[in-house]
């Protein structure tokens, strides 16, 4: 069978991967979790089991609802509406959410534990974590969840996953698995968290520790959450320890001060032990070198390359953002040489705030 067989029926939505039979990741529409054949897990343990006050806790957590410009380049890829939810970190009013929910957000809304909603403003958006920053323009009640490293996590670890809606939206989990993250649609964490069983809600969801404190931020379903990549529902958070080395910037600046990475808006998937374009984002680098849903991946300037993460991993060294590269690809048993002009991913994008 050939790659463009293996990816028929599978349309990539800038991070999201939509199959034939409508399963997504990232944004989530009504009823999906019953399509995909998971129930809500266990429900979070009474206080009376716990060394802190859960229902305290959970007040923190908050939803988080988003508008995005119909013009903006990630409207097609993640929609012009989006729903999850967000957590309350620091003084005055500031809240982190998973950063798909708010890139080039132009209206935000957060609904507070007690219903109440406030309206927001983004303060960044970090594509590398996956982060995002929001503040309520108007005072919020209650106390900043404390974030506190995930280092500590053991799989086996009992956690809670929690969303808005209090003990309604919180269920008992355990840490399934530590290990690499690697995003087809060039993202790629050194040690994601994933638990289990899977969460209905679980993008921007808390995921609160043992000891009441914030150790991660829901991203993604994952059907491969188990050890060593066992088949396992689940969800895959971001570590809270990927925000401190630049939660400073993120708050003068909107932004790291990383030199931007060479972007190449390419979606991959590995079929068949081999690295094959499954997408291009319309009107990117990739998109103007000429690359096809089907191309196979062979070397990146000369270097052979084995699989997703070599391929990130590699790109991300040769040069900042804007350096020409040349990949070597496999297109109907033909090679074919195809240079590309990289660029800084944000300047396809609209700066917080969407407008």
């Known amino acids: 069978m050939t790659a463009?067989?293996?990816?028929?029926?599978?349309?990539?939505?800038?991070?999201?991967?939509?199959?034939?039979?409508?399963?997504?990741?990232?944004?989530?529409?009504?009823?999906?979790?019953?399509?995909?054949?998971?129930?809500?897990?266990p429900a979070a343990p009474g206080n009376d089991e716990l060394a802190f006050d859960l229902d305290a806790v959970l007040t923190s957590v908050v939803g988080v609802r988003t508008l995005i410009p119909s013009?903006?380049?990630?409207?097609?890829?993640?929609?012009?509406?989006?729903?999850?939810?967000?957590?309350?970190?620091?003084?005055?009013?500031?809240?982190?959410?998973?950063?798909?929910?708010?890139?080039?957000?132009?209206?935000?809304?957060?609904?507070l534990a007690d219903g109440v909603e406030r309206t927001a403003e983004v303060v960044a958006y970090d594509y590398e974590t996956g982060f995002g920053l929001v503040r309520a323009v108007a005072p919020v009640s209650g106390q900043p969840l404390i974030r506190r490293s995930a280092q500590d996590l053991d799989v086996g670890d009992p956690v809670i996953v929690a969303g808005q809606g209090g003990r309604n939206n919180a269920i008992a989990a355990t840490v399934s698995a530590?290990?690499?993250?690697?995003?087809?649609?060039?993202?790629?964490?050194?040690?994601?968290?994933?638990?289990?069983?899977?969460?209905?809600?679980?993008?921007?969801?808390?995921?609160?520790?043992?000891?009441?404190?914030?150790?991660?931020?829901?991203?993604?379903?994952?059907?491969?959450?188990?050890e060593h990549g066992v088949r396992r529902q689940g969800n895959m958070f971001v570590p809270v320890d990927e925000l401190e080395p630049i939660y400073d910037d993120l708050l003068s600046l909107g932004h790291s001060r990383r030199t931007?990475?060479?972007?190449?808006?390419?979606?991959?998937?590995?079929?068949?032990?081999?690295?094959?374009?499954?997408?291009v984002a319309p009107d990117g680098p990739a998109d103007r070198a000429g690359f096809q849903t089907g191309d196979v991946i062979v070397s990146l300037n000369g270097r052979t390359i084995d699989d997703m993460a070599d391929f990130y991993m590699y790109l991300w060294t040769v040069g900042p953002a804007g350096i020409q590269i040349h990949i070597t690809i496999l297109r109907d048993d033909d090679a074919v040489d195809l240079p590309v002009q990289t660029a800084d991913r944000y300047s396809f994008m609209k700066p917080p705030g969407g407008r």
Do not use: C
């Open 178 to 226: 530590k290990r690499a993250f690697v995003g087809y649609w060039e993202y790629m964490l050194n040690e994601a968290i994933f638990t289990a069983p899977a969460h209905p809600s679980w993008g921007g969801a808390a995921l609160i520790g043992q000891d009441g404190t914030l150790r991660g931020v829901g991203s993604l379903y994952v059907e491969d959450a188990g």
């Open 260 to 279: 931007p990475r060479p972007w190449l808006g390419l979606f991959t998937m590995e079929v068949m032990d081999h690295l094959v374009v499954a997408g």
């Open 71 to 111: 013009d903006a380049f990630t409207a097609p890829f993640l929609g012009t509406e989006r729903e999850g939810h967000g957590i309350f970190i620091a003084e005055p009013d500031l809240f982190i959410t998973i950063g798909y929910l708010v890139a080039e957000a132009a209206d935000v809304t957060l609904t």
């Open 4 to 41: 463009k067989a293996l990816l028929k029926g599978v349309e990539i939505q800038g991070g999201i991967a939509i199959s034939g039979n409508g399963k997504m990741n990232g944004h989530k529409p009504p009823g999906l979790s019953q399509f995909l054949g998971f129930s809500a897990g």
